[in-house]
């Protein structure tokens, strides 16, 4: 039996820990070639070689422009082609409506917007010789609700997702699909500070902080369960694969109802 993506191409960027990791992991095993970036040399040499032949490692921050067309290019090279784009790489971002300051804004819209955007218009060329394919952004239920990220986090998000609409109107004529995920109450490193802090800390230390962030998130959702990277990842792949060829312009929220809740149980400090 072959896989959902048997012989695609796929890139994904931030693919080294968390949802992209996770990502990477599901989309090998349905027989796609990956190409994975990120700014840990280390881990992402340590997932490539634990994944196998067909996912390879580039070393690249999504914060530069060529960093991103390279990455891409390295899928065409190595493997032959572009079928599929997630622009996953992200992190926390910090800025208050009264301290917020010119840096804090272009760092946020850097990072989570135009890093996407910047995917999207190196990809496009790839994608139509290929005939079509699939781009799925990394956005957040921060985008369409208050108290799920801070102010600049949510704005980010919130133009992320309504340039995925747009972006799928304009190159759905040319067969390639443009949708989001909006992640929320998913258990990953962002929530002490991404995976920059997380490489700083023992595997006991983030073990214990997980333990932790999943029992909060639990009481968050009416499934009363914390979401995994593999639940996005998941996502992704329907995205990404033959079952959701008539799914464009899409923000498929993946959250346990959270977004549904009006009043939120306290956390643990």
Same mark, same amino acid.
Do not use: V
């Given at each position: 039996m072959t896989g959902r993506l048997q012989d695609k191409i796929a890139v994904i960027t931030g693919g080294t820990s968390g949802i992209g990791e996770a990502t990477a992991e599901l989309f090998a095993n349905?027989?796609?070639k990956v190409v994975i970036c990120g700014r840990s040399d280390k881990k992402g040499a340590v997932l490539a070689e634990r994944l196998g032949d067909s996912v390879q490692f580039v070393s690249a921050d999504v914060l530069n422009e060529e960093d991103i067309k390279n990455t891409i290019n390295h899928a065409v090279t190595e493997f032959g082609?572009?079928?599929i784009l997630f622009n996953n790489a !992200?992190?926390?971002t910090m800025g208050s409506i009264t301290e917020v300051d010119a840096a804090a804004i272009q760092y946020a819209m850097q990072l989570l917007f135009t890093s996407a955007v910047l995917g999207i218009k190196h990809a496009v060329a790839h994608l139509e #010789? /290929?005939?079509g394919g699939a781009i799925i952004n990394n956005s957040s239920v921060a985008a369409i609700r208050d108290n799920q990220g801070d102010l600049l986090y949510s704005a980010a998000k919130a133009a992320l997702t309504h340039y995925t609409r747009l972006a799928g109107v304009r190159l759905g004529p040319k067969g390639i699909r443009v949708n989001?995920?909006?992640p929320g109450a998913i258990a990953t490193p962002i929530f002490w500070g991404g995976s920059a802090r997380a490489n700083t800390l023992t595997d006991e230390e983030n073990a214990a902080k997980m333990k #932790?962030?999943?029992r909060n998130l639990a /009481?968050?959702?009416p499934m009363q369960s914390s979401g995994v990277a593999m639940d996005i990842a998941q996502g992704a792949l329907y995205l990404a694969s033959d079952a959701g060829r008539f799914v464009n312009s899409h923000d498929l929220v993946i959250?346990? !109802?959270r977004t549904s809740m009006f009043h939120e149980p306290p956390v643990d400090t």
């Open positions: 349905e027989g796609a082609g572009l079928d !992200g992190g926390p #010789k /290929r005939g989001c995920i909006s #932790k962030l999943q /009481r968050a959702t959250d346990g !109802g």
